[in-house]
T-cell receptor
Framework: DAGVIQSPRHEVTEMGQEVTLRCKPI?????LFWYRQTMMRGLELLIY????????DSGMPEDRFSAKMPNASFSTLKIQPSEPRDSAVYFC????????????????FGAGTRLSVL | AQKITQTQPGMFVQEKEAVTLDCTYD???????LFWYKQPSSGEMIFLIY??????QNATEGRYSLNFQKARKSANLVISASQLGDSAMYFC???????????????FGTGTKLQVIP
């Protein structure tokens, strides 16, 4: 079975440029999460979608960050304009998000996108 | 207060020996879930094992077992017969709480870097 697919794996861009990260969740999963990982702050939840609807975006750093989930099989995380402090590994994860919030909703992660903003 | 505490930033273990990675958690919920993930140097986050707060038996998955001590709020990962491929960062995580929509946020610890010595 295909896991969570993220693209690109690596992105190098210059400050001020727009960056778009892409994610295809596991088929049948209806919850999708975007995380950011840095040495200083560890793994941080940026935004959570359930059934394509953003439920919790309290972790989105600022207005330069936006995320969409137009359908059940695709999500994007956009940074515009990008800044050097956005350099990090960005992970997408998905889970079944069972109704009632079963504690066993295991999040399966993609391979991540390593973003470098110069 | 930290919800997930991993006090060992780094550990060494001899190949074929067993190793225990510590994790303590803080929650007032009765229903919660505990997870361990492995992150090798290649960067992906790999789900290893899950323990529910109501599970009476300690979880096991192959060479991985979770030493769950509910009263002490600890969920240590035990890796038996260590292999060179076990060298990686290991993250403990907890899912707790439940919103009206069934949303349960997962909180990750800061990780333990395990190095297996030949």
């Amino acid at each position: 079975d295909a896991g969570v697919i993220q693209s690109p794996r690596h992105e190098v861009t210059e400050m001020g440029q727009e960056v778009t990260l892409r994610c295809k969740p596991i088929s049948g999963h209806n919850s999708l999460f975007w995380y950011r990982q840095t040495m200083m702050r560890g793994l941080e939840l940026l935004i959570y979608f359930n059934n394509n609807v953003p439920i919790d975006d309290s972790g989105m750093p600022e207005d330069r960050f936006s995320a969409k989930m137009p359908n059940a099989s695709f999500s994007t995380l956009k940074i515009q304009p990008s800044e050097p402090r956005d350099s990090a590994v960005y992970f997408c994860a998905s889970s079944t998000g069972l109704a009632g919030g079963s504690a066993k909703n295991i999040q399966y992660f993609g391979a991540g996108t390593r973003l470098s903003v110069l | 207060a930290q919800k997930i505490t991993q006090t060992q930033p780094g550990m060494f273990v001899q190949e074929k020996e067993a190793v225990t990675l510590d994790c303590t958690y803080d929650t007032s919920d009765q229903s919660y879930g505990l997870f361990w993930y492995k992150q090798p140097s290649s960067g992906e986050m790999i789900f290893l094992i899950y323990q529910g707060s109501y599970d009476e038996q300690n979880a096991t998955e192959g060479r991985y077992s979770l030493n769950f001590q509910k009263a002490r709020k600890s969920a240590n990962l035990v890796i038996s017969a260590s292999q060179l491929g076990d060298s990686a960062m290991y993250f403990c995580a907890m899912r707790e709480g439940r919103s009206a929509g069934g949303y349960q946020k997962v909180t990750f610890g800061t990780g333990t870097k395990l190095q297996v010595i030949p």
